[in-house]
């Protein structure tokens, strides 16, 4: 036999031979006879309940953890604490629960609810059951709250547990701090690594180039005939001996230019000179 409330919409007791009827099962007449008497009836049984005398038991039961186990191994914590802590490594992520009702009064009848706060959203009924699993949990911090009923579905204080689930180390901050420095270094390096690079290329362009000008010079000095450069000083000489000074200054003016193109002129001039 059930006990209903309307308010509530759900059954709070359960009456059965614990309580004192006949059968656990349910009747098939109900009857209220003078006096407020709830008579039921059940094929050969007949169970009858004085309504206005039927005390309930009004007492709130509290609730204790028997068992609390992170992958199936038993964790240890101080009972006397209010609210204990449960500090957990990186992938220490599946977690029972066991409780009991501090209640010995028809207590195969105590009932559970129960809620992990960032997991679940609302509280679970867990009927008569008195343990719970939760497996592969996220890092973060939960709130594991427990309440017990009596058998005439009074509901006691809650009991809770704080959990906290670390982070694994490449997803902390100090960690990801970390890569992003060395990753900033890095590029860093290899930014100065390509302007060395650049420079020394750089570098090296400039001493072919003048390494490429000299060659062209030396080059340039090799091809001038030394039938050449007597040939001109004595057609210079020529008009200086028929005092044509103008065709002379223009012979020699162009001369030194040719002359001045070839590094070491100092001592083609001098050589001129001397002849």
Not at 29 to 37: A, E, H, V
Not at 66 to 92: C, H, R
Not at 221 to 248: C, E, G, T, V, W
Request: glycine share 6%; with cysteine.
């Amino acid at each position: 036999m059930l006990k209903f409330d309307p308010v509530a919409k759900q059954v709070t007791s359960v009456f059965t031979r614990q309580n004192g009827l006949n059968e656990d099962n349910g009747g098939y007449t109900f009857s209220i006879l003078p006096g407020n008497k709830l008579v039921q009836l059940f094929y050969a049984n007949i169970n009858i309940i004085d309504l206005d005398h039927y005390q309930e038991n009004r007492f709130r039961p509290q609730v204790q953890f028997n068992s609390v186990k992170v992958l199936d191994k038993e964790y240890v914590f101080q009972i006397q604490d209010s609210t204990p802590l449960l500090e957990l490594a990186a992938g220490e992520n599946f977690l029972q629960f066991e409780f009991a009702a501090l209640v010995f009064n028809n207590a195969n009848r105590n009932r559970y609810a129960w809620q992990l706060s960032g997991f679940d959203t609302n509280w679970i009924q867990g009927g008569f059951a008195n343990h719970v699993s939760y497996a592969a949990l996220q890092p973060g911090k939960y709130l594991f709250r427990v309440k017990a009923a009596n058998s005439d579905g009074y509901w006691g204080s809650e009991r809770s547990i704080i959990i906290i689930i670390r982070s694994p180390f490449y997803a902390r901050w100090w960690f990801i701090l970390f890569c992003i420095i060395g990753f900033s270094a890095l590029l860093y390096f290899i930014y100065q690594s390509k302007v060395r690079q650049a420079r020394r290329e750089e570098k090296l362009k400039a001493g072919f180039q003048q390494q490429l000008a000299e060659t062209e010079m030396k080059a340039l000095r090799a091809q001038m005939n030394p039938h050449f450069i007597f040939n001109s000083l004595n057609s210079i000489q020529k008009y200086i001996l028929k005092n044509d000074q103008f065709n002379a200054s223009q012979y020699l003016t162009k001369f030194s230019r040719l002359i001045r193109l070839i590094p070491g002129s100092q001592q083609s001039k001098q050589h001129i000179a001397e002849q």
